[in-house]
């Protein structure tokens, strides 16, 4: 089968080459590849995980053989799962825990913008739970996870204030949700009970100090790669509010990616969550892709076609 290898060559990251096919253990499940998303923490990894590795995290496809100790969809089954890595590739073996059974009206473009952004959207935002008329501050708004999670956190009954770097990043943010766009995080006004973060930096020591007293800024991820010094005075105006650091891979017990998973998709399939893809291309043109992504060009997600 094919799948895309890292290079280390800046100019093409990743290659098609041929592969051995995967061998599934007894609790995985066989899954031919029909579409997978790249997240910004992969453009990371495929960096730093050296020559000849096949990434790949967020799939979705079809279920060519099912987990032999009998979990887990059955083949010919359309599915969207979570992988630790290998899923750029035309087949890909599964826990059968991590994934969800898709309805017929949910796309596989659709469901591969799922995994890693939408846990993460989901999960974090239950970091502010109950959300209805809680002021929620999304940064990254325009980005993967935040466009998914200004969506939930709008339909939970939030009132969502979206982060953006530029003009051109607020199209559409409204018509998911958003009551107020703002570019840059300076130009929030008040204060809010739930602040998602994930730029880092001065967007971070400037987010403390707009939470609410037992208010929650959820620190997960640093886009930015710059620092931040915090000093106890800085929670001056929010006393015991709480900086909360995330993964989405630890936040919660193993044995719930499966119904994460299945609760995003019901929410696309009733059409109260509308995955946002800028970018939707062969695998084979995978470089520009990952570049727009790298530069703040894609709306949303971007997702490649395993064909
Ligand atoms: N902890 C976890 O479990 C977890 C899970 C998923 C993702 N993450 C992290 O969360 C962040 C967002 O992930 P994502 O997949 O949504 O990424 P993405 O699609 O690339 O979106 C990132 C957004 O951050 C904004 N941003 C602000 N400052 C930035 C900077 N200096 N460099 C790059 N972007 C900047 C950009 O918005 P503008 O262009 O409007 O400025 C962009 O829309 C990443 O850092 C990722 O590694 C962490």
């Known amino acids: 089968m ?42 990371r990894s495929v960096r730093n995980n050296g020559v000849g590795w096949v990434p790949g995290q967020d799939v979705a496809g079809v279920v060519l053989k099912q987990a032999e100790d009998g979990n887990g969809p059955p083949a010919g089954a359309r599915v969207v799962a979570l992988t630790d890595e290998f899923g750029w590739a035309q087949r890909v073996a599964v826990a059968s825990h991590r994934m969800a059974v898709l309805p017929d009206t949910v796309g596989f473009a659709q469901a591969a913008t799922l995994p890693v952004a939408g846990l993460t959207a989901l999960r974090t935002l ?32 939030a009132r969502v204030t979206a982060v953006v770097g530029r003009t051109q990043r607020a199209v559409g943010l409204r018509d998911l949700g958003a009551r107020e766009v703002v570019e840059g995080i300076e130009q929030a006004q008040g204060r809010f009970g739930l602040i998602l973060e994930s730029a880092g930096g001065a967007s971070l020591a400037h987010a403390v100090k707009l939470v609410e007293p037992k208010g929650t800024v959820v620190v997960y991820g640093n886009s930015s790669a710059e620092s931040t010094a915090l000093a106890f005075a800085d929670f001056r105006g929010a006393p015991n509010s709480r900086v909360q650091s995330f993964s989405y891979f630890y936040s919660e017990a193993e044995d719930r990616f499966a119904p994460d998973l299945a609760l995003l998709v019901s929410l696309i399939a009733d059409g109260s969550l509308r995955p946002q893809i800028g970018a939707e291309r062969s695998w084979r043109e995978f470089t520009p892709v990952a570049e727009q992504l790298r530069d703040r060009r894609v709306a949303g997600k971007a997702v490649f076609l395993v064909d």
């Not at 995985?28 to 923490?41: D, I, K, M």
């Not at 502010?128 to 980005?143: M, Q, S």
């Open 126 to 157: 239950r970091h502010g739970a109950p959300l209805l008329g809680k002021r929620v501050l999304i940064t990254g708004a325009a980005g993967g996870v935040g466009t998914l999670a200004v969506q939930l956190a709008a339909r939970s009954g």
């Open 2 to 43: 094919l799948g895309l290898v890292t290079t280390l060559n800046d100019a093409a990251p990743v290659e098609l080459r041929e592969l051995p096919e995967p061998q599934p253990q007894r609790n995985e499940v066989l899954v031919a590849v029909h579409a997978f998303s790249l997240n910004r923490g992969e453009l």
